[in-house]
């Protein structure tokens, strides 16, 4: 690979992350359901290190005897209780419409009882965008962070659907810090547009999406195979000249399987670490699981807390 692409930076990138999310106030969260070790310690480490300001929603005996068994100390933290794990997204739901969150954090329940909640059509926290996930993934062997989209929530998206991921990864991208104006690579497996392959006609429309301004924000290319988006001796080799190949900064998938695919194989074979975030509600959804190090539980909350301030930046002034 070349040396421009696989130049490692500092050895941890989300550090940096870190490092700027300390340096706003903390951001008020409700987490849903962290009735186990790892889901209760993201959040109490978080907010340790001045990220997040947890309200936590759940069971209230599950959630102290976990944090007496483990030794966390949630002594100044307010606990809403809920019955069981339905009830806490919903009651998770209720509290971010009453204004007590700006960020909502996935627990120990299922990720499908959770965006049932975020997506339901009646007191859900819909909008007019497309919800989608984006993986902000620190691959050590990658000169920038990655974001790897959507791999957790659009199974089969369509162009439409689509456009708004794009517009979503772009958006946290340009907002939470990482620079402006991605390089997006819409990835099939090969980089000529073939009708053989649909993806790579999607991709090609994608990008013509944006020479019309209905993607904004940042700099698209594709159809193009993942070897000639992230190397440039690859793009060279196949005569690829453009701003994206070979440099990019958001890989945009064909459908789940590969997106998930992707990410766990920078996961395991590329001892990448991967910070998730839900985007397109009304709120950021900070996405992490059992697998997750500690570092990269504590960074998808600071991504969603950057992000989060950014937004409330850029929100209109109330007048009195």
Do not use: W
Request: glycine residues 6%.
């Amino acid at each position: 690979m070349s040396a421009d692409a696989t130049a490692t930076q500092s050895p941890s990138k989300y550090d940096r992350l870190i490092a700027a999310a300390k340096a706003i106030p903390p951001t008020p969260t409700v987490v849903v359901h962290p009735c186990d070790e790892t889901s209760l310690r993201g959040a109490v480490d978080s907010a340790s290190a001045g990220i997040i300001r947890p309200l936590l929603v759940g069971s209230e005996r599950k959630i102290r005897d976990t944090a007496a068994r483990f030794g966390l100390d949630i002594s100044g933290y307010e606990i809403v209780d809920a019955a069981h794990s339905d009830d806490a997204a919903a009651k998770g739901v209720e509290l971010i419409h009453a204004a007590r969150g700006e960020l909502l954090m996935k627990g120990s329940l299922h990720t499908d009882e959770l965006m049932r909640a975020v997506t339901a059509k009646v007191g859900g926290l819909r909008t007019d965008r497309r919800i989608s996930h984006v993986f902000v993934m620190d691959v050590p062997a990658y000169a920038e962070t990655i974001f790897v989209t959507d791999a957790a929530i659009n199974i089969f998206p369509d162009l439409d659907a689509k456009r708004d991921i794009i517009q979503n990864a772009i958006d946290l991208y340009n907002q939470a810090g990482f620079g402006k104006s991605p390089r997006v690579a819409i990835l099939s497996a090969v980089e000529t547009v073939t009708s053989k392959i649909p993806s790579t006609i999607e991709a090609a429309a994608l990008c013509k999406m944006a020479d019309r301004g209905q993607i904004t924000g940042g700099v698209l290319d594709g159809p193009l195979a993942f070897d000639n988006a992230i190397d440039l001796e690859s793009a060279r080799i196949k005569g690829i000249k453009s701003e994206v190949a070979g440099r990019a900064q958001i890989l945009v998938v064909p459908d789940l399987e590969a997106g998930n695919m992707l990410a766990k194989n920078l996961a395991y074979f590329a001892k990448a670490d991967g910070a998730g975030i839900v985007l397109g509600a009304r709120v950021p959804v900070v996405l992490t699981s059992r697998a997750d190090t500690p570092r990269a539980r504590m960074a998808s909350c600071a991504v969603a807390a950057l992000y989060a301030h950014a937004r409330r930046q850029k929100a209109p002034a109330v007048s009195a």
